[in-house]
Nanobody
Framework: QVQLVESGGGLVQPGGSLRLSCAAS????????MGWYRQIPGKERELVAA???????NYADSVKGRFTISRDNAKNTVYLQMNSLKPEDTAVYYC???????????WGHGTQVTVSS
């Protein structure tokens, strides 16, 4: 079984920064994609950013230039550095791991990010 443990959410003022971390444990194939999604009540979960084990990165247009995703393959950990946060970034952020070979997808429990003055 694969487990994803997220940390780093919280309350921050507009313009501030937060860093999210997600550590994966269990049987993880080396070829995978790790990423972050977010969801607000009443809306579908949306991709924020994703990074493959080979280092290819994809960002949602709404976060380009403000958020940076990175990963440490040795630790099976993915990070999301969020700068210049806006109130519209407020959401529950979910870590996601997709095994490329099997297309199996795993989700973390989510961490709340609130941007408010």
């Amino acid at each position: 079984q694969v487990q994803l443990v997220e940390s780093g959410g919280g309350l921050v003022q507009p313009g501030g920064s937060l860093r999210l971390s997600c550590a994966a444990s269990g049987s993880i194939f080396s070829a995978n994609v790790m990423g972050w999604y977010r969801q607000i009540p009443g809306k579908e979960r949306e991709l924020v950013a994703a990074i493959t084990s080979g280092g290819r990165i994809n960002y949602a247009d709404s976060v380009k230039g403000r958020f940076t995703i990175s990963r440490d393959n040795a630790k099976n950990t993915v990070y999301l550095q969020m700068n210049s946060l806006k109130p519209e970034d407020t959401a529950v952020y979910y870590c996601n791991l997709k095994i490329i070979l099997t297309t199996t997808t795993y989700w973390g429990h989510g961490t709340q990010v609130t941007v408010s003055s």
